[in-house]
């Protein structure tokens, strides 16, 4: 121990013991300071030092007193450390109590779980307060919004539409679509058609449906599909405040706001009558007067029953129940589909007037079919090709809403700048030229048996971006409402062969000696020396060379145009002369080789469509009982322009508002095929138009690829074809498609514009070369690439050993008839043709196969169903789905 801490020394007559047992006698009481006793053992050691307290005990009590209360709370009550017996011994102060706090939570004096287990008292006041916060916000927001007024809804802009130069095209949007009208101006069967089909409890309830509230504002904060207003008052609200249609729940609360104050200040008939003027019916029509002009071309007042059922279901989603179709917004909104749709909704909501008592059966029972509505575009402004153009740009905004952030609504609402892809002078070079056919060749008042109801429509895209530079629509817009580049239904025939040839080069054909399996990975790739049989009524096999049967056993025979054959004896035929005469039993053989999975693959890759493609498990697929757009066969045959990359046909650029760009176009380019597979079909399609049935397309001084098709029973033809820098599709068709005629259905072209038959080589390609010639005309001459060596010559086998019998020299028909179908009896075993036999097949089956006037290719039905091309109406193939382009 140091020196500064040593103890004294200790007096030996007295010091601590004497002290202790001076103390331990005094009978419980504190013993006196020892310097009040006057004895010598008042001085603690040597010399007599006065200490200031009397020992170490005092000196401990005096902290203890100063402040070592804390230590004995600590160490027990009234005890000092060490217990009863130890230093520090005394009764001391105990611990302060502890503060009240506010809220007791988690709560004091509890342990373990029960501390986090709120009091009643805390939940009291907890949920007190909650609601006293919601009448509070309430009562502010009530006192903060406005009762809307009628006169001041939908007033949509106008969008402003510009060429591809930038340059405007129309204005056009929401100047002239809103008329108001007092109540009385509206058929009371309006008025209880809307309230049976919407709000049975329009005139008692309070304005506000809590159940649908709490699950349009669910579904908005989780990210699911939001809904509008669920009673008519929300609803006119929703209307009221077009400006601001965002699908928030600031948003959606204000509203209910709006509506709860609308519905306790406003009558029941004004806020009627405001909904109904400010409803959007589709068609560019807000409020029932403007619907009731837009559809019917007569004054709200006077619509009758059936006619205020009908527009009810406008009221629905004018895009899936107007009648004349919305397949450039979404390929099922159909004629056919829409106005099933707008039959059965009209039906509901008679029935349900009935059931409330706003409707006599008797009166009820005389409206069982739809009004008949009147062409969808009355603005001359639209008229010509205008009003396509504007349809397929909407079109596309609305249908990749995703990308482009532009919905029905946004739309409706106007106020944007749409810069389209469209070129001003090919769109009106593309419709000199079909007008320029037409009234050359088409004579509808001279020959109505023939010439009426013929129809063309057309596209040309650029193969570097997938830009739609230019549509024929139609006849006019304002006349003819079915946009024929984008939509018709009728069958591409031959035109889809190509496909055929790139699936062959891509994956190639199977091997015939191995199993289903093992046959899809072990393929040989086949080049367009490849050699098949062009063999008219050839039996069409599988690929292991088994007869190929339908459902019915039925065999297949496949025919050729003027059911003539190639190259008698032997028939063999390579793939490049086959594409070049258009041989149907050589592409239906090869399709069938490759697997048919794999052409509607190759077409999908090129940018065709799936829902416009036809049954593929028959062998007809091959050429083309499928029905894509014109803007898609356009799009598909740019992919092999550009040497394999496909990029979706498109027709708006960019879109701008008050508020900046909101959409910017970006190129998406995909490696459909190598560039030795597009560039060896380009090359093939080039003999097409060099010396093939194509010829007419020729444009001088510069390289031009294509191909023709004919239809089964002569019901289209088209020509799509090529050069580097466009792609341009021209299809012709006889249809009725005014809006009276229910069946839509494709009518035969024999004998129409003064022919016998109409095919792909004549007024088609015909129209494509006069477009092209003027569309090119100042564009330099571009070569197409060099194809490599792709392939092997697949069938390069002898010919089986035959007998020939005299045959005159095969010489295509320029007149041919239509096939005939032949009925065959099913072969006996020993008569099973073995693979490559190119004489088999005389027998057997059933001949369903397609004519092709000129070489131009046919469609064949499956014998196990009915023929398709008369009854697939307008109903199939928009671009990209319908409500693209």
Not at 165 to 173: I, K, L, R, Y
Not at 222 to 238: A, C
Not at 403 to 429: M, P
Request: include cysteine.
């Amino acid at each position: 121990m140091s020196e500064h801490r040593r103890k004294p020394s200790q007096p030996q007559g007295g010091g601590r013991a004497a002290a202790r047992r001076g103390q331990s006698a005094s009978s419980g009481r504190r013993a006196a300071p020892r310097s009040a006793t006057g004895s010598p053992s008042d001085t603690y050691g040597v010399g007599g030092e006065e200490r200031p307290y009397g020992g170490r005990a005092e000196a401990r009590r005096a902290a203890q007193r100063s402040g070592g209360g804390q230590r004995r709370a600590a160490d027990g009550p009234g005890r000092g450390p060490g217990g009863p017996n130890g230093p520090g011994r005394g009764r001391g102060r105990g611990a302060p109590p502890a503060k009240k706090r506010l809220i007791d939570y988690p709560r004091a004096g509890k342990y373990g779980a029960a501390r986090w287990v709120p009091s009643w008292k805390l939940m009291s006041g907890l949920f007190i307060g909650f609601i006293g916060s919601l009448v509070a916000v309430a009562g502010i927001g009530y006192a903060m919004v406005s009762v809307p007024n009628v006169a001041q809804t939908a007033t949509a802009q106008n969008n402003v539409y510009y060429w591809a130069d930038g340059s405007q095209m129309v204005a056009t949007g929401g100047e002239t679509n809103r008329q108001i009208v007092n109540l009385s101006q509206i058929p009371q069967a309006m008025r209880y058609a809307v309230i049976s089909q919407e709000n049975k409890t329009f005139y008692t309830d309070s304005g506000i449906d809590p159940k649908g509230i709490a699950r349009a504002v669910f579904n908005m904060a989780t990210g699911g599909e939001t809904q509008g207003g669920s009673t008519i008052t929300q609803q006119y609200v929703k209307n009221a405040r077009l400006d601001d249609q965002s699908q928030t729940i600031t948003r959606k609360f204000k509203e209910i706001f709006i509506a709860v104050k609308v519905g306790a200040t406003v009558p029941k008939d004004d806020i009627l009558a405001g909904y109904l003027n400010s409803a959007y019916y589709g068609r560019n029509a807000y409020g029932i007067q403007a619907a009731a002009r837009a559809y019917f071309n007569k004054e709200a007042v006077k619509l009758n029953p059936g006619e205020c059922a009908f527009l009810a279901a406008m009221l629905k989603g004018a895009t899936y129940y107007d009648p004349a179709g919305s397949t450039s917004i979404d390929p099922t909104a159909t004629r056919e589909a829409n106005s099933k749709r707008a039959l059965q909704q009209m039906q509901d909501t008679l029935t349900k007037m009935v059931q409330y008592n706003h409707l006599s059966a008797a009166e009820r029972a005389k409206y069982t079919s739809l009004p008949r509505v009147q062409n969808p575009r009355s603005n001359t402004r639209l008229s010509g090709q205008t009003g396509y153009l504007v349809d397929l740009a909407n079109g596309y905004l609305v249908g990749h809403s995703d990308e482009t952030h532009v919905t029905q609504e946004v739309l409706q609402r106007g106020g944007l700048s749409i810069y389209t892809t469209f070129d001003e002078k090919k769109v009106t070079q593309l419709e000199a030229a079909v007008k320029k056919v037409q009234q050359a060749n088409i004579k509808p008042k001279q020959r109505p048996e023939t010439d009426k109801f013929v129809q063309f429509g057309g596209a040309s895209v650029d193969p570097a971006s997938g830009a739609i530079k230019a549509i024929y629509g139609g006849e006019d817009a304002t006349k003819h409402f079915t946009n024929n580049a984008d939509q018709t239904g009728a069958q591409v025939g031959s035109t889809f062969k190509p496909f055929v040839l790139a699936a062959a080069m891509k994956w190639g054909v199977r091997n015939p000696d191995l199993g289903p399996e093992q046959a899809q990975d072990e393929r040989t790739v086949a080049s367009p020396k490849s050699l098949y049989s062009g063999k008219n009524k050839l039996k069409i096999k599988n690929y292991d060379g088994t007869p190929w049967t339908d459902k019915e056993g039925k065999e297949w025979l496949q025919t050729n145009d003027g059911n003539e054959s190639i190259n008698p004896p032997s028939y063999k035929i390579d793939l490049r002369e086959a594409m070049r005469e258009s041989v149907n039993s050589a592409y239906v053989q090869l399709g069938m080789d490759v697997g048919l999975d794999k052409v509607k693959q190759s077409a999908l890759d090129a940018g065709i469509l799936e829902n416009t493609l036809a049954n593929s498990s028959v062998p007809s697929f091959s050429i083309g009982t499928s029905d894509p757009s014109a803007i898609r066969m356009a799009g598909a045959y740019a992919t092999f322009a550009a040497s394999g990359k496909q990029n979706d046909p498109y027709s708006v650029e960019k879109v701008t508002s008050k508020d900046g760009t909101t959409f910017q176009h970006t190129k998406a380019t995909k490696q459909a095929f190598t560039a030795a597979v597009a560039d060896n079909v380009t090359d093939v399609l080039k003999t097409v138009v060099d010396k093939g049935t194509g010829t007419a397309a020729k444009l001088p001084g510069r390289q031009v690829a294509g191909k023709t098709g004919t239809t089964d029973d002569n019901k289209s033809a088209w020509f799509v074809g090529y050069t580097p820098q466009l792609a341009t599709s021209i299809g012709m068709y006889r249809m009725d498609d005014d809006e009276k005629n229910k069946s839509r259905e494709f009518l035969k072209m024999y004998g129409t514009g003064g022919q016998q038959k109409i095919h792909g080589a004549s007024f088609p390609a015909e129209i494509w070369h006069d477009y092209m010639a003027e569309a090119l005309n100042g564009d330099p001459a571009e070569p197409f690439p060099t194809p490599e060596d792709i392939g092997e010559i697949v069938n390069d086998t002898p010919s089986p050993s035959v007998t020939p019998t005299p045959t005159p020299s095969v010489t295509l028909s320029p007149t041919p008839t239509p096939s005939e179908s032949l009925i065959s009896p099913k072969p006996r075993p020993s008569d099973t043709c073995r693979k490559f036999d190119w004489t088999c097949g005389t027998t057997g089956g059933t001949d369903t196969g397609g004519t092709d006037t000129g070489g131009t290719g046919g469609v064949t039905p499956s014998p196990s169903e009915s023929t398709t091309s008369s009854t697939r109406g307008n109903g199939n193939g928009g671009l990209l789905g319908g409500s693209k382009g």
